[in-house]
């Protein structure tokens, strides 16, 4: 207000002024991707979502990255993050990053990729036996192996009974003579391992009898000897008079 000579006041003259900060913050640089061998989120234990800028500037994935506020300390700023997940074998991790000061004013996006993936080959958790046919009508084919393979399969991520067993020779082929058959199990991020094993046919059976004792007594026991080729032992005997 103004007083004159005679000491007449004048009406107050307003005067308002303001003082804001309109800048957002502004972060330099980018963030490192991180891929870690894992079959869950789990596996990015080492890597949690940061909360404060301290948080955010000091991981091992952030060496690049500097701020720029003019107002705000940079741990008083918010810090929010958008997490979204998509695919497998490698699942890809999408942190969405922005900053927002004390007068509300919201950074640009900073993007963080995360990958967690099935880097292990399914494995055979003992040597499988070689496997003899048996006929009853000397046909031989080649059986289903996948219930005697999956017990003795194992993954680090995919469960047994979703590893998937594939044999190189068929089931249900005729065999005329003993095969070298592979056996090729497969996870659910397609990563393989196989093995070999002898499916045996049997040769066909004979016998040959030597001649024993040339004189024997009645009643008394009689030794003939044997020669018995091809089949699968154990043999039983049966003699006819």
Not at 176 to 196: F, K, P, R, W
Request: glycine share 4%; with cysteine.
């Amino acid at each position: 207000m103004v007083e004159d000579e005679c000491h007449n006041v004048s009406d107050t003259m307003v005067h308002i002024l303001r003082i804001n900060d309109t800048v957002a913050p502004v972060v330099n640089g980018t963030l490192a991707e991180v891929e870690v061998e894992g079959c869950s989120y789990d596996a990015l234990g080492e890597y949690p979502i940061a909360t404060t800028w301290s948080q955010l500037s000091g991981a091992s994935y952030a060496t690049g990255i500097s701020l720029t506020e003019a107002c705000t300390a940079p741990d008083d700023l918010e810090v929010r993050c958008l997490e979204t997940q998509s695919g497998t074998c490698p699942t890809v991790v999408t942190r969405k990053y922005v900053l927002e000061d004390g007068c509300g004013n919201i950074s640009d996006t900073l993007v963080h990729i995360l990958r967690f993936d099935d880097q292990t080959n399914p494995y055979f958790t003992q040597i499988i036996s070689n496997q003899v046919l048996v006929s009853e009508n000397c046909v031989f084919v080649m059986p289903n192996l996948t219930d005697t393979i999956r017990r003795y399969i194992a993954d680090n991520c995919t469960e047994t009974e979703n590893i998937l067993i594939e044999q190189s020779i068929a089931a249900a082929t005729v065999l005329t003579e003993t095969q070298t058959v592979t056996i090729t199990i497969t996870d659910a991020c397609n990563h393989s391992h196989d093995t070999t094993l002898t499916v045996e046919v049997p040769q066909l059976l004979t016998i040959a009898v030597m001649q024993g004792d040339t004189a024997v007594c009645d009643g008394a026991s009689v030794t003939l000897p044997t020669e018995v080729n091809g089949g699968v032992a154990p043999y039983t005997y049966e003699w006819t008079p």
